[in-house]
């Protein structure tokens, strides 16, 4: 959460757990702080000793299994079978690459999806500069305002393909108000480095001669006493620049040729103060058109940049968001940009992301771009950038570790202040079982204590059910009330929570069943945040495919909203890692919805004109646009056996109403759905939601 009033503190241990100073003595007496700590106590103690009946039980379990499969691996029939199980794993895994579970269906639509992609690599590359019209008009074009780029490109040793390619790629830019500074610490063995810049600083001498240019030159070469590191020879780089707005460049890499006209209309039209575009990796030396990985990318999503350098290239920036800090911090080398980055956009009033692919990442040996191992230290760096983020935005006790996806992919754990009581609301009409399943679920397996449960019963028929009821309310944490009418979603559940009692509301489906013991710890984590509106969770089928990993507007054939990685493996990593670390999305299910409850009475709660459908969706936006973020987390995982409870929404008139539902949303939220999803780059299709590429 965020805690700015108590201080910064300080960074203990930037590997793994941050642990901050406690607040200075005085805040609260004696008597309130030996209190606080009691009850803490002995929450843990609670806690501690739940967990520890929940390991024993495990353990016992896992030792019954152990026996059992011992005694089946030393069976003869398991010997025998050695090679049919070798197939069939082969198998399997066969259809975990080929998605959607090896039918024909899906291997033609990944068949397809690898067709469109290796039809973008080529729009992608050389095909997409302008041609000598259009570099024509790009250059010819007339901004209000003078605005100069200073690139940065620190040099080191840089292979003389490499370095041509690099900066002939921004001599070719169509926008020429720009200034090329180059430190170089190449060591004595590479005095080419120097030979091949001097050359191109006399070239750039001549062509602007030739133009009538009222310049000297736009290339600054300056060759340092001796190599600083990247952070080092960066900052030389800056020393130099004379531009309003500074751009950061590796010495092996290429730009587009409209980059920075593209930068220069994104800052007339929307006042961009920080900018950056899409990227692709290539190979080390082939040219660009040998594309490894396109990366298309959201809008600016602080989330996301916490738990992954999303942003890298090619970042852009006013020059006054540099005042009174450095560029680089030599104590992040390896991970001096991502530190950059977190600084520099929290600054920033207004970044904007330019969802055309308009840098080219050269992959080779020895890069971070082929392989982060090459810099195991840029692990750690990573790691102390972000921790050093939170630590400045006032966060404190939170953990930073690697996640499955990559190594510098974080999964981040926050401090939860107190310990609020959560309400969590669920809506029910018979379905014993189901509901069964689910409350058992949240007592057994939830580790967080402070929460009552508010059933909402709405027209329920079956006798067992209110026998259930009884059952449930002699727990004093469940209470049970009762909605008359038509059933409409959106007011049973304002309805139940109008009836709770705590800070927090979770909305949940009777038809879910929890999965992660801390689930409630994970989503409060965010919901406790004042910069966050909704936050939702991982939903499974019962078979582990994705029935939820966060919402995207415009997705599906009613152009309304659909969920991301729909029907994925549970064990797939998602587009560029997305299902593994916290996001900003748009919207997110209301099926396990969690929200400071102040907050979505502000909102009105859920808006009862949406009686079945996309509710949850319109509660999101409505959040967005006063200024919060919804967050997704992949650590909160519960099973979602959608639909068993109401059937779908795909004939008669439940189809009607949804239709009607679909129409009514699509009226309120024109403007945006015709503008995109900001979390959903417009380079993939809204008719699936596997991040697959558009075609055309």
Not at 399 to 427: L, Q
Request: hydrophobic residues 35%; aromatic residues 10%; glycine residues 6%.
């Amino acid at each position: 959460m965020r805690a700015s009033e108590n201080g910064s503190g300080s960074v203990r241990d930037v590997k793994g757990y941050v642990e901050m100073e406690p607040k200075e003595e005085g805040q609260m007496t004696r008597e309130e702080a030996l209190r606080f700590y009691k009850e803490a106590y002995e929450r843990e103690k609670k806690k501690s000793r739940v967990l520890a009946e929940k390991l024993a039980a495990a353990e016992n379990q896992s030792a019954l299994l152990e026996g059992k499969l011992n005694r089946i691996k030393g069976s003869v029939f398991w010997r025998a079978s050695g090679p049919l199980r070798s197939l069939i794993h082969w198998l399997q895994r066969t259809k975990e690459r080929l998605g959607y579970y090896g039918s024909v269906r899906g291997i033609a639509r990944k068949l397809n999806a690898k067709r469109i992609e290796r039809k973008a690599r080529a729009q992608h590359g050389s095909a997409s500069f302008p041609d000598a019209r259009e570099a024509k008009r790009q250059r010819e074009t007339q901004f209000e305002g003078e605005i100069k780029f200073s690139i940065l490109m620190p040099l080191y040793n840089t292979p003389e393909k490499f370095l041509r390619q690099a900066i002939e790629s921004v001599i070719a830019q169509t926008y020429e108000n720009w200034e090329l500074c180059l430190a170089d610490g190449s060591d004595g063995e590479h005095g080419d480095v120097e030979r091949i810049c001097k050359e191109y600083v006399e070239q750039d001498k001549q062509y602007l001669r030739q133009s009538h240019m009222n310049l000297y030159s736009r290339i600054v070469y300056k060759k340092l006493p001796e190599n600083e590191g990247i952070s080092g020879n960066t900052n030389a780089c800056l020393s130099m620049a004379t531009g309003s707005y500074i751009a950061l460049f590796d010495h092996d890499d290429v730009l587009h040729p409209s980059v920075l006209y593209e930068y220069r209309k994104a800052i007339s039209e929307k006042g961009a103060d920080y900018l950056y575009c899409d990227e692709a990796t290539f190979q080390g030396k082939k040219t660009i058109d040998d594309m490894i990985t396109l990366h298309f990318k959201p809008d600016f999503a602080p989330d996301n940049l916490r738990a992954n350098n999303y942003i890298c290239h090619f970042s852009a920036f006013d020059r006054k968001l540099l005042e009174g800090t450095e560029l680089f911090r030599s104590q992040f080398d390896g991970s001096q940009d991502h530190d950059m980055i977190l600084r520099l956009t929290a600054r920033a009033r207004c970044v904007v992301h330019v969802p055309k692919l308009l840098y080219y990442w050269r992959s080779h040996a020895g890069s971070v771009a082929s392989d982060i191992n090459a810099k195991s230290y840029a692990i750690n760096a990573a790691k102390g950038a972000v921790a050093a983020h939170l630590t400045q935005q006032g966060f404190r006790n939170f953990e930073i570790s690697s996640t499955k996806a990559f190594e510098t992919i974080f999964r981040i754990k926050y401090e939860i202040i107190g310990n609020p009581r959560v309400s969590i609301v669920i809506p029910n009409k018979d379905h014993l079982e189901d509901l069964r399943r689910c409350i058992t679920s949240i007592l057994e397996k939830s580790t967080y204590d402070s929460f009552e449960i508010v059933i909402v019963e709405n027209n329920s028929v079956m006798e067992e059910i209110f026998d259930y009821y009884k059952e449930l309310e002699k727990n004093p944490n469940i209470r049970v009330v009762t909605y008359e009418g038509d059933f409409n979603y959106s007011k049973i559940n304002n309805l139940g929570v109008s009836r709770t009692t705590g800070e927090y509301v979770l909305l949940l489906n009777n038809d879910t069943q929890v999965i992660t013991l801390d689930w409630i710890e994970e989503l409060l984590m965010y919901a406790q945040r004042p910069d966050v509106g909704a936050v939702g969770a991982k939903l499974y089928y019962g078979d582990k495919t994705i029935q939820h990993a966060g919402v995207v507007l415009g997705l599906g054939a009613h152009r309304t909203a659909g969920h991301s990685h729909y029907r994925v493996s549970y064990h797939n990593l998602g587009y560029m890692g997305r299902l593994c670390y916290a996001q900003n999305v748009m919207a997110v299910t209301g099926a396990c919805l969690m929200m400071r409850k102040s907050l979505y009475e502000r909102l009105g709660g859920l808006d009862e004109s949406f009686a079945v459908s996309l509710n949850d969706v319109d509660l999101c936006i409505r959040a967005w646009k006063a200024g919060y973020v919804n967050v997704f987390t992949p650590f909160a995982e519960l099973y979602h056996y959608e639909s068993i409870s109401r059937g779908l929404d795909d004939q008669g008139e439940k189809a009607q109403r949804y239709n009607r539902e679909s129409e009514a949303f699509r009226a309120r939220w024109k403007e945006l759905l015709a503008q995109g999803d900001p979390y959903y780059n417009p380079n993939f299709s809204l008719d699936r939601s596997d991040y697959a590429l558009r075609e055309g």
